[in-house]
Nanobody, 130 residues
Framework: QVQLVESGGGLVQAGGSLRLSCAAS???????????MGWFRQAPGKEREFVAA????????GYSDSVKGRFTISRDNADNTVYLQMNSLKPEDTAVYYC????????????????????WGQGTRVTVSS
C-alpha cells in the first residue's frame, strides 16, 4: 500500500501564493522514483480535474491550460515528495487538491487522466478569496 499525504493548503488572497507538498510512504512502497506523480483538484459541485503531472525523472511535466504559467510541479526523489508551487492564485483555484501516484511507467512519461493513477491522497483544501 502506498500512502500519500498532502499538506500546505490554506486560505490566501487572490494574487497570493501557496506551496503544496505530498509525501509518499507505505508498507509496500518502493522507491519513490518508480512512480509518476500528479496533482488534481475538485471544486464544490464539480468533477475532479487534472492540474499538473511530473514524470519519474522529474524532467517532464504537464499542466492544464487553466494553471499553465502560474503553477509549477516538481519532485524530490531523495525526499519522497512532490510539490505544487501555486502563484498568482485566483478565486477559481479554490478546491481540494489531491496528490496521485502510479507505477509502471517509463522514466519520462507523465499522465493527465484520473484513471491513469492508482494511489490517491486525502486532499488538502485551498481557498482563494477575492
Amino acid at each position: 500500500q502506498v500512502q500519500l499525504v498532502e499538506s500546505g493548503g490554506g486560505l490566501v488572497q487572490a494574487g497570493g501564493s501557496l506551496r503544496l507538498s505530498c509525501a509518499a510512504s507505505g508498507r509496500t512502497f518502493s522507491t519513490f522514483s518508480n512512480y509518476a506523480m500528479g496533482w488534481f483538484r475538485q471544486a464544490p459541485g464539480k468533477e475532479r480535474e487534472f492540474v499538473a503531472a511530473v514524470s519519474r525523472s522529474g524532467g517532464n511535466t504537464g499542466y492544464s491550460d487553466s494553471v499553465k504559467g502560474r503553477f509549477t510541479i516538481s519532485r524530490d526523489n531523495a525526499d519522497n515528495t512532490v510539490y505544487l508551487q501555486m502563484n498568482s492564485l485566483k478565486p477559481e483555484d479554490t478546491a481540494v487538491y489531491y496528490c496521485a501516484a502510479r507505477g509502471g511507467s517509463s522514466w519520462s512519461q507523465y499522465f493527465t487522466e484520473r484513471y491513469d493513477y492508482t494511489y490517491w491522497g486525502q486532499g488538502t483544501r485551498v481557498t482563494v478569496s477575492s
